[in-house]
Every structure is written in structure tokens, then in C-alpha cells.
């Protein structure tokens, strides 16, 4: 009976049966595998997206499916009420791989950032010794870290904030890319902060890269004033921008660091804080948890996606095909297209809207091509494809955006 149904019939079901919470490109897909997704007409379309980047290892990769699929069939959930045989095994692989003390297991990034602003603010009780319910932590205008009341309280986009208030108090929100904003506030109230949470490239807000230098001078401002510089690298960490994560760009290694989206290649809601002992042990059993974190089948999910971004260097590959893609798409000469901007292969493209024809339109047109991409507010379109594209595919990629934009 489903193979009568037509893509205007799923999406006539969403309509009517779903919350109305996205409004998502019209393209219902039934398949991935690798770069590719497929829709139910069995159309073939190029992955632009990659999931927001939680498909660094392309659709349904074999070596991550395995793992799902064998732990499936043996043990998927015991909560931490007990010790489970992966668990232990994760964490030590996980903690290794980026180089801190412990790692908490968590599901969603939104809770992966909220685990690292519970962990500030104890660690700013504990250890610097703020009084207690004083704790400030700076954040950046621009910022998307997630979803939650406490998290959209961050947010300077209404759309994420309206009437979801009243909010959580104790943030103080900078200009992003002002250092001098944060010397500022570091200043003036320094010894009631406990943190400072950015994002080394702002995703959501259309792909912002700030100047180079930015990360760094955050971080030792931070240090300098006895506060932690915690990094939301759950879009840009796991390779996306051509270093393992963003913050490599300055050799900085946070205090706090969370991430998300790959580091199950897409299989699986899975994310994490990693953090040293003396911030990660303030936290004592019963403290802080959840049901499902740090869950067998996850555990053994994120050590196979980790290891492909490792074996297969797909770190290195994004660095290069990210060169490409930039050189490539700045050539493109059209009135709708003004500039691309990006690091590895998070990149965005800045349109210039006229004729009523906006970035949503282009991405209409871009899927008509066989290119799947979404855009950021009406004027950005993010393209993001899976680390695993190669120079022939990226190059047939580039030749369709370009073909796209060129006859507007
Ligand atoms: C996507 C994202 C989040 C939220 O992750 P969810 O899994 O959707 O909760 C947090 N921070 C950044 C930087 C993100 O891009």
C-alpha cells in the first residue's frame, strides 16, 4: 500500500499529523548512501546539506552501520543504573581522540550544551569561587546552541525566543567577532564569570567565520580572568572544517568542549562535553544524567564514526575540497550571487535577492538540478556535503550550483 504513496502524499501527511515546527524544502527522500540522497520518485539528488554536518561520513556508511546493527542485536540500553561492556571502552577511544580527561555522555547537542553551562557554573561555585547564584557566562549575538528555555534565553533571533519566556538569568550576550566587548565585560565584572560559550564558526546564523586571531584572544582573555572558554563545536568539530575541530585553526584546546551530529555519522542522537578532571569531577554522582546517554549501541555507534573520520581522512579531504569548492563557486558570475565564505566544507553562500527571487527559490531550483542545500535566513544558503565527496563529484557539484545561479 506505501509504494502508491506520492511525495505530495507524505508531505500531505506531515501537514496534517505533524507539529508545524519546520518549514522543510518540498523533496521527500526514501534513501542515502554515501553523498546521495534518493527520493521516493527515485530521483538522485547530490546531499548539500549533510544533515546540518551530522552526516560527516556519508549516508548509511558500512562500517557505522555495522556497529549499529550487531549491538542492536545484543544489548542497546541498560541506563547507567548498571556498568555496560562499550561504555568504558567509548570513553577511553573518545577522550584519547580529542585529548582531554572525561568525557559525559549525553544525547542531543542542545543537552550537550547545557551539560557544559551546569559544569561552568559549578566549576565557578567549586573552584573560583563565586557566590553562589552569581555566575555570569558571555555568550555571542548570533549564537545557535539549541532549543531549550535556558539555551534560546542565549538567542538574539526571535524566532527562537518569542513567548518562550520567562528565561533563565545570568548571561551576559557580546557582539560575536568583538574582542574588545569581551575584554569588556571581562573587566568590569571578571570575577563573577564563569565562562565564555562560542562557537568558533557561527553555523545556523549563515556560516559567520570571525577573524583570524578571534578564538585565541577569547581563550586567553578568558584564562586571563580566571574563566573557562568553553566551545560549541557540535557543528563545526569532527573534521567539517578541515581540522578536527574549528579551534584548531588557533591551536586552541578549550576548557569545555561539546559536541554532537557526527560523532554518530548521522545513525544516532548521540553528543558529549569533554572536559579535564578539575571542571568534569565537579559534578558527583546523581548530579546530572540522562536515560539514554552514553548508551551501548551509541557507544559503540560513536567509536565506528569516529574511527572512519580517522582511517579515511576525511579531515584532510574537507581541508582540500573546501579550497576547491571556495576557488570554484567565487568564479560564478551572476546579479544573484555576491560572495562564499567558509572553512573545510561548512561554507556559505551570500545571494543577493531581487526580482522576488530569494535564497529559498535558488535552493527550489538547485533541487530541480539535483542538489539538495538550505538556506539560512533569506539570503544564505549553506552547503555543507559529506567529508566523503571526492574532486570529480565536487567538481560535477560545483558545475550544477554554478549552472543554477548563472541562468536566473
Ligand atoms: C545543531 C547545533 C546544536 C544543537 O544540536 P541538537 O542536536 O539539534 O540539539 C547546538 N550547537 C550547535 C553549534 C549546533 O549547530
Redesign the pocket.
Known amino acids: 500500500m506505501d509504494k502508491k504513496l506520492t511525495s505530495a502524499d507524505y508531505m500531505a501527511m506531515e501537514e496534517r499529523y505533524g507539529a508545524h515546527n519546520y518549514h522543510s524544502l518540498p523533496v521527500v527522500l526514501e534513501r542515502g548512501e554515501g553523498i546521495y540522497l534518493y527520493g521516493v520518485d527515485g530521483k538522485r539528488y547530490f546531499d548539500f546539506l549533510s544533515a546540518?554536518s551530522a552526516v560527516n561520513q556519508g549516508h548509511c556508511h558500512p562500517k557505522i552501520v555495522k556497529a549499529l546493527t550487531e549491538q542492536a542485536q545484543k544489548l542497546c540500553l541498560t541506563s547507567r543504573a548498571f556498568y555496560n561492556d562499550c561504555l568504558g571502552p567509548y570513553e577511553k577511544f573518545a577522550t584519547e581522540f580529542f585529548g582531554y580527561d572525561k568525557l559525559l555522555p549525553m544525547n542531543?547537542?542542545?543537552?550537550a550544551?547545557e551539560t557544559a553551562l551546569k559544569l561552568a557554573r559549578r566549576w565557578g561555585y567549586k573552584v573560583k569561587g563565586i557566590p553562589e547564584n552569581e555566575a555570569l557566562i558571555i555568550v555571542m549575538e548570533g549564537n545557535?546552541?539549541?532549543?531549550t528555555i535556558t539555551i534560546v534565553t542565549l538567542s538574539n533571533d526571535p524566532e527562537s525566543y518569542s513567548q518562550y519566556g520567562p528565561f533563565t538569568p545570568g548571561f551576559v550576550r557580546v557582539p560575536y567577532d568583538d574582542t574588545e566587548a569581551v575584554r569588556k565585560v571581562l573587566e568590569e565584572k571578571g570575577d563573577k564569570v564563569a565562562a565564555l560559550l562560542m562557537?568558533p564558526i557561527q553555523?545556523?546564523a549563515g556560516v559567520y567565520v570571525p577573524h583570524d586571531g578571534f578564538i585565541k584572544e577569547c581563550y586567553d582573555l578568558c584564562h586571563k580572568h580566571n574563566c573557562l572558554f568553553i566551545a560549541?563545536e557540535?557543528?563545526?568539530g569532527i573534521g567539517r572544517t578541515g581540522r578536527l575541530m574549528a579551534c584548531d585553526y588557533e591551536g586552541v584546546h578549550p576548557d569545555i568542549v561539546?559536541i554532537?551530529?557526527a560523532l554518530s555519522g548521522g545513525v544516532l542522537?548521540i553528543?558529549a562535553v569533554l572536559a579535564n578532571d578539575e571542571i568534569m569531577l565537579t559534578i558527583k554522582p546523581g548530579e546530572h544524567g540522562s536515560t539514554f546517554g552514553g548508551y551501548p549501541l551509541a557507544a559503540k555507534v560513536a567509536v565506528a564514526a569516529l574511527s572512519v573520520i580517522r582511517d579515511e581522512h576525511l579531515t584532510e579531504n574537507a581541508y582540500k575540497m573546501g579550497l576547491i569548492f571556495r576557488e570554484e563557486i567565487s568564479k560564478i558570475k551572476s546579479p544573484f550571487f555576491k560572495f562564499v565564505r567558509g572553512k573545510g566544507l561548512l561554507n556559505a553562500v551570500v545571494t543577493e535577492p531581487q526580482n522576488g527571487i530569494e535564497a529559498w527559490d535558488i535552493c527550489l531550483k538547485l533541487r530541480d538540478a539535483g542538489l539538495l542545500a538550505k538556506p539560512t535566513h533569506r539570503h544564505i544558503i549553506r552547503f555543507a556535503p559529506p567529508l566523503t565527496i571526492n574532486e570529480k563529484e565536487l567538481r560535477e557539484a560545483i558545475g550544477i550550483i554554478k549552472n543554477v545561479f548563472e541562468s536566473l
Do not use: C, I, L, M
Not at 108 to 111: I, T
Not at 144 to 147: A, E, L, M, S, T
Open positions: 546540518y542531543s547537542g542542545a543537552e550544551v545557535f546552541h539549541g532549543r562557537e553555523g545556523e560549541d557540535v557543528q563545526t561539546t554532537g551530529k542522537p553528543s
